[in-house]
């Protein structure tokens, strides 16, 4: 089957908000095989969804509209599906109940508004998810289908993945199995990890199955998604790991997670299977290593805190770096140091650099220095970042945690 998306609102084609609700369907569709090759931005008109809703049933099996499905005048996906089907539109006694219900959960009246809510195209059905007041539709015309989502992305992904993906591969009579994985990389650019991956990708690209895409995620680093489709899951899943055990050849370490991993819960991981604790010492970063080590669940097994060191004295006296210049290799070895002794902890890391926009002690912004003291001794690193104020620290952060990521793999029986 194809399927196209279209997404209404005038505010996507002022700018004013960025569609990705488009891009995330997108990639469902792609995930489960089925093709997409249109999308569509129209404004909140009557005429033009109208009209953007039959140019795609001309190429393709299936629509999914997201968006106006609220409850105000200019929410008007219903009466546009209901155009195109060429039918009136009826009042649901369910789906309004079930309003009524959404409201009093949260201790509040449905405003009368919510009944346009109710209102569906002749012939159409509600999807069942309704994670919030917008009921989704699925309207059939004749054996091809427009689904309707609304525009707030958590509630039209419930939507997609519960009821519109699984009706679209049915469709298309799919009986075949997807499952795809993703290895997250740090380290490589996106030219070098393609140029590492070209002969690899050449030689799937005969088969088609698996397949090999790349996702840039900024500073989470590069993606690797494996896709791989079989008749049935086990022949699926096993070439999967197939395909991810030939990548791992090729990128070894520079691989540090696998889907839902993060690189600052793998160090947590790594840490707390060698029984190992963590302090940090932050001048540039301000505290911004802790917030993310700090934001996985568990990680008070390992963290015992970060010292904001921002000022040179503070530096001085509290982490007792020898007096002198505070962005150097050595310096970031002191601090590591002096916060692993403050804070008694196995492993003391720390940063210092110049975030910009101007030069410090005669260095160039982005001009970073990592450091590390642990029983194995002491270690620094200099990173040269590009980048705003902003990337500059956020860049910091993720290039310390892999400073220590690849330190704990070599040193695997290292312990307090
Ligand atoms: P509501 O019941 O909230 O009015 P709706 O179906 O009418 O839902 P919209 O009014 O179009 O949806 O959008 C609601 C909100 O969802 C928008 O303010 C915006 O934050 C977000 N949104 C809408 N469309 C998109 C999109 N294409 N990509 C990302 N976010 C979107
Ligand atoms: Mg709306």
């Not at 980048?387 to 500059?392: A, K």
Request: net charge negative; glycine share 10%.
């Amino acid at each position: 089957v194809r399927c196209e998306v279209i997404a209404v609102g005038t505010e996507l084609l002022l700018g004013q908000i960025v569609d990705t609700n488009s891009a995330w369907i997108g990639e469902q569709l792609a995930l489960a095989g089925i093709d997409a090759h249109y999308q569509t931005r129209v404004g909140d008109n009557q005429q033009r969804i109208v009209t953007a809703l039959r140019v795609a049933l001309e190429r393709a099996d299936a629509v999914i509209v997201c968006g106006g499905l609220g409850p105000t005048q200019d929410d008007i996906t219903r009466a546009a599906i209901a155009e195109v089907m060429g039918v009136e539109m009826e009042h649901d006694a369910n789906v309004e109940i079930r309003i009524r219900e959404r409201f009093a959960a949260r201790g509040r009246e449905m405003p009368r508004n919510n009944l346009r809510q109710a209102q569906i195209p002749v012939g159409g059905k509600p999807i069942p998810q309704m994670p919030g007041t917008a009921p989704g539709l699925q309207c059939p015309i004749g054996d091809q289908v427009i689904y309707a989502v609304p525009g707030v992305p958590w509630e039209l992904r419930e939507m997609v993945t519960g009821t519109i993906v699984a009706d679209l591969r049915r469709r298309a009579g799919a009986s075949t199995q997807i499952r795809s994985r993703i290895l997250r990389t740090w380290g490589y650019s996106e030219s070098k990890l393609a140029e590492l991956l070209a002969p690899r990708i050449t030689a799937l690209e005969s088969f088609g199955n698996p397949t090999i895409a790349f996702l840039a995620s900024g500073i989470e680093g590069l993606k690797i998604r494996i896709t791989a489709k079989a008749a049935e899951e086990h022949a699926a899943a096993a070439l999967l790991g197939e395909e991810e055990r030939q990548i791992r050849t090729i990128l070894g370490d520079n691989i540090f997670g696998c889907d839902e991993q993060t690189m600052e819960s793998v160090i947590i991981d790594l840490l707390r299977e060698r029984g190992m604790t963590l302090a940090v010492a932050e001048s540039l970063t301000g505290g911004l290593v802790a917030t993310r080590i700090t934001d996985v669940a568990g990680a008070s097994d390992v963290f015992h805190g970060s010292l904001t060191a921002y000022a040179s004295a503070v530096k001085f006296e509290l982490l007792e770096l020898p007096r002198g210049p505070v962005v150097t290799s050595q310096a970031a070895e002191a601090m590591a140091q002096g916060v692993r002794r403050l804070l008694g902890a196995d492993v003391g890391l720390a940063t210092t650099g110049v975030a910009g926009p101007s030069s410090q002690e005669g260095q160039q912004p982005g001009t970073v220095f990592i450091g590390l003291a642990w029983t194995q001794g002491v270690d620094s690193r200099c990173v040269r970042l590009a980048g705003s104020r902003r990337l500059i620290r956020e860049l910091t952060v993720i290039s310390l945690l892999d400073f220590l990521r690849r330190e704990l793999i070599a040193a695997p029986d290292a312990n307090g």
